[in-house]
């Protein structure tokens, strides 16, 4: 990708075009901001490989914003990763079926084992085929046939529940409720759109309720009440992330201002681990599955500004451009970054970085910003 951003023109037509699309640079100032906390960080080496984890919030948007992109491109490659999503959905459907046939338990069609083939983290899977389902849904293509495409859709549906990833299944009842209801309004009345969006809902609902893994998730919600000294069998997946926040509040309290660095956050929340005796925590060296705490435990109250305005600013422009798919991503962005430490891992802000940069130049294409090809 460098090499042929380096031949795609000249290094003045790309400061030109970088120049025009300042608007996207949040992403950069907040990698900015994280480099500078290595200046008050004790553990400079674990902060270095940190920064270097989250190069890619610098290095793409550079790349993708000093380049001249046609709306063909772009729907080709959002096209291409949305194909390729549901590619992936159907082999590890069709592996989970002989899995199940040669005597595994019904367990290969769920969570972390459905998608253990490939080696892929199930929460962040279901995140990049829900982007590969907003893609089908908001960036049509006027060629493909309609059968397929709904194919493709409701499969990906399908997949997500099975993935049980709650803050994805929910914003996707919530997309059903409100796509529904807009959708029917339009075409009919308020009422029918009402009654279409109920109906949804419900649907989905029963979709997530109906599958023992995400039953089970959902059931979850039930028993939050928990004891950090507790053995590794009474945790689950909700609880141990309560008991992360209630961890981490002291370390953001006593470093609100600045935070602790980005090579101490670790560091910090494992002591706070051990004064609390969260003995789950301290085996498994959990970080705190929460970017908005994590940046607040890093890079104090300036952080966490940073993060939101990140993710707000470009919002309120999609919300006026009416560009749903870059609005979609940014609210399924938002909540994902409650339960997962979405920017600090590699598979998450690789991810994250490219379509927040691809999508930033799509809803220019449409605000017809600057130099842009049809």
Same mark, same amino acid.
């Given at each position: 990708?460098?090499?042929?951003?380096?031949?795609? =023109?000249?290094?003045?037509?790309?400061?030109?075009?970088?120049?025009?699309?300042?608007?996207?640079?949040?992403?950069?100032?907040?990698?900015?901001?994280?480099?500078?906390?290595?200046?008050?960080?004790?553990?400079?080496?674990?902060?270095?490989?940190?920064?270097?984890?989250?190069? *890619?919030?610098?290095?793409?948007?550079?790349?993708?914003?000093?380049?001249?992109?046609?709306?063909?491109?772009?729907?080709?490659?959002?096209?291409?990763?949305?194909?390729?999503?549901?590619?992936?959905?159907?082999?590890?459907?069709?592996?989970?079926?002989?899995?199940?046939?040669?005597? *595994?338990?019904?367990?290969?069609?769920?969570?972390?084992?459905?998608?253990?083939?490939?080696?892929?983290?199930?929460?962040?899977?279901?995140?990049?085929?829900?982007?590969?389902?907003?893609?089908?849904?908001?960036?049509?293509?006027?060629?493909?046939?309609?059968?397929?495409?709904?194919?493709?859709?409701?499969?990906?549906?399908?997949?997500?529940?099975?993935?049980?990833?709650?803050?994805?299944?929910?914003?996707?009842?919530?997309?059903?409720?409100?796509?529904?209801?807009?959708?029917?309004?339009?075409?009919?009345?308020?009422?029918?759109?009402?009654?279409?969006?109920?109906?949804?809902?419900?649907?989905?609902?029963?979709?997530?309720?109906?599958?023992?893994?995400?039953?089970?998730?959902?059931?979850?919600?039930?028993?939050?009440?928990?004891?950090?000294?507790?053995?590794?069998?009474?945790?689950?997946?909700?609880?141990?992330?309560?008991?992360?926040?209630?961890?981490?509040?002291?370390?953001?309290? =006593?470093?609100?201002?600045?935070?602790?660095?980005?090579?101490?956050?670790?560091?910090?929340?494992?002591?706070?681990?051990?004064?609390?005796?969260?003995?789950?925590?301290?085996?498994?060296?959990?970080?705190?599955?929460?970017?908005?705490?994590?940046?607040?435990?890093?890079?104090?109250?300036?952080?966490?500004?940073?993060?939101?305005?990140?993710?707000?600013?470009?919002?309120?422009?999609?919300?006026?451009?009416?560009?749903?798919?870059?609005?979609?991503?940014? =609210?399924?962005?938002?909540?994902?970054?409650?339960?997962?430490?979405?920017?600090?891992?590699?598979?998450?802000?690789?991810?994250?970085?490219?379509?927040?940069?691809?999508?930033?130049?799509?809803?220019?294409?449409?605000?017809?910003?600057?130099?842009?090809?049809?």
């Amino acid at each position: 990708m460098i090499i042929g951003w380096i031949l795609s =023109s000249e290094a003045k037509e790309k400061w030109i075009l970088l120049r025009s699309r300042l608007k996207g640079f949040w992403i950069m100032v907040l990698f900015i901001w994280y480099a500078i906390s290595l200046l008050y960080s004790s553990d400079f080496t674990e902060g270095i490989s940190k920064l270097e984890t989250k190069g *890619a919030m610098i290095a793409l948007p550079l790349i993708i914003y000093s380049m001249d992109w046609s709306g063909t491109r772009i729907h080709f490659i959002l096209r291409s990763f949305a194909i390729s999503m549901v590619g992936i959905s159907l082999v590890l459907i069709l592996i989970a079926v002989y899995r199940y046939a040669n005597g *595994a338990s019904s367990n290969v069609f769920f969570y972390h084992d459905l998608t253990e083939p490939f080696d892929l983290h199930a929460i962040y899977f279901a995140n990049y085929l829900c982007v590969g389902l907003l893609i089908l849904i908001f960036d049509r293509s006027q060629g493909s046939p309609k059968l397929v495409e709904r194919f493709m859709i409701i499969l990906s549906i399908v997949l997500i529940v099975m993935l049980t990833a709650i803050s994805v299944m929910g914003f996707l009842v919530c997309l059903g409720f409100v796509g529904s209801y807009f959708y029917l309004t339009r075409r009919s009345s308020p009422a029918v759109g009402l009654a279409g969006g109920l109906f949804l809902f419900l649907l989905l609902s029963g979709l997530a309720m109906a599958l023992p893994g995400s039953r089970y998730k959902i059931e979850q919600v039930k028993g939050l009440n928990y004891d950090l000294g507790a053995p590794d069998s009474a945790w689950n997946s909700i609880t141990m992330r309560l008991a992360m926040w209630e961890c981490s509040l002291p370390v953001v309290k =006593s470093h609100f201002c600045f935070g602790v660095g980005i090579g101490d956050e670790n560091q910090v929340l494992q002591e706070s681990y051990h004064l609390k005796g969260f003995s789950e925590g301290i085996r498994c060296n959990y970080n705190v599955h929460n970017q908005y705490l994590s940046n607040l435990m890093t890079l104090g109250l300036p952080g966490l500004i940073l993060l939101l305005a990140m993710l707000i600013a470009p919002a309120w422009q999609a919300l006026l451009t009416k560009d749903w798919l870059w609005m979609s991503f940014l =609210s399924l962005m938002t909540l994902s970054f409650i339960t997962e430490n979405f920017i600090s891992t590699q598979k998450g802000v690789v991810f994250f970085s490219f379509f927040y940069s691809l999508l930033f130049i799509r809803n220019g294409q449409i605000l017809g910003l600057s130099n842009f090809k049809d």
